[in-house]
C-alpha cells in the first residue's frame, strides 16, 4: 500500500475520527493481520473503529487480506460491517470461499 499524502500527517481529520497517521497506522495493521497494534490504538483512541479514507475502513483492510482476529476485534469494538453496503460481505465471501485445487491433465 501507498499513504496518500492526506494520511502522512498529524492534524485532524475533517471527515474521519483521529490524525492521518492514526487512520493509516491502523489502516496498515489491519491489511497486516497485526492484532496487538490494531488494539492498542483502539483502547487509546475508540472512535478510530470509524476511522475511513474514500470509503474504506479498518474492517475493509482486515477482510480484504482475510484476517479473521483482526476483522472480529472491530466489529466487537463497534465497526460496522454494513457501513458501505454489502461490499464486505461479497469480499469476505470470495477471500473465504475455498478454491478448488489447480488440476493439470497433460
Known amino acids: ?3 496518500p499524502e492526506e494520511l502522512n500527517g498529524h492534524d485532524k481529520l475533517l471527515w474521519s ?32 473503529v470509524r476511522a475511513h479514507y474514500e470509503y474504506r475502513t479498518p474492517l475493509y483492510f482486515a477482510v480484504r487480506e482475510n484476517r479473521l482476529a483482526v476483522a472480529m476485534f472491530l466489529i466487537e469494538r463497534g465497526a460496522e460491517p454494513f457501513w458501505n453496503g454489502n461490499d ?16 493439470v491433465r497433460l
Open 1 to 3: 500500500m501507498f499513504q
Open 17 to 48: 475520527p483521529g490524525t492521518g497517521q492514526e487512520a493509516w497506522e491502523l489502516f496498515c495493521a489491519c491489511a497486516d493481520g497485526n492484532l496487538e497494534i490494531v488494539t492498542r490504538l483502539i483502547d487509546q483512541k475508540p472512535a478510530l
Open 88 to 103: 464486505l460481505v461479497e469480499m469476505a465471501r470470495r477471500t473465504m470461499t475455498p478454491r478448488p485445487p489447480c488440476s
